[in-house]
């Protein structure tokens, strides 16, 4: 969305005095719209990318990657990079959040595999969520493999043994031997 200039400008060239970062942003947008072939940004407040210029950075299915940007990295610039990082957090969860809706559904309409597809994917964006390994034990005992639910689980204990010290839940625990994966 729209990001105020003189937030940007100061992000940008911390160590430059706030006319002069500005003056600089001002030229890298002029500069990027001349590559361009045509204006990229409106706004002489808040600098946004204009209506009509395309891209392709939105959750777009459930093959979008996790991370976003993931080796931009700006260590001489800490306000910066913090920006980014909470950006990068921000599209990590509504990255998860379109993949809980797409396995949940796949799951609803009965495409045990699609959904099991995405489901891989959230265990191994997310390998200490029973959430996550429920809904991949779920659809292993949909698909009738006993042997698959059994090797989940053994692999939650194992990471939330090791990475957390802890163990799965009772609830989780007793699910395994239930009907609902037999």
Avoid at 43 to 51: M, P, S
Avoid at 72 to 100: I, N, S
């Amino acid at each position: 969305g729209p990001l105020p200039r003189e937030w940007l400008a100061e992000r940008l060239w911390p160590h430059d005095a706030s006319d002069a970062a500005r003056g600089t942003l001002r030229q890298h947008v002029f500069q990027l719209g001349r590559r361009a072939g045509q204006p990229l940004f409106t706004g002489a407040v808040d600098l946004a990318l204009r209506a009509d210029v395309a891209h392709d950075v939105r959750v777009n299915g459930d093959a979008t990657p996790l991370d976003l940007l993931p080796h931009l990295e700006f260590p001489d610039h800490p306000k910066l990079d913090e920006a980014v990082g909470a950006e990068r957090r921000r599209w990590a969860a509504d990255v998860l959040e379109h993949w809980w809706s797409a396995a949940e559904r796949e799951q609803s309409l009965g495409r045990w595999v699609e959904a099991l597809r995405i489901a891989d994917r959230l265990v191994h964006a997310l390998p200490v969520s029973e959430r996550a390994a429920r809904l991949q034990m779920t659809l292993h005992g949909r698909l009738r493999d006993r042997s698959a639910v059994l090797l989940c689980f053994d692999r939650l204990k194992q990471r939330l043994h090791d990475d957390l010290g802890e163990r799965p839940s009772a609830e989780l625990g007793r699910e395994p031997a239930s009907d609902q994966f037999r």
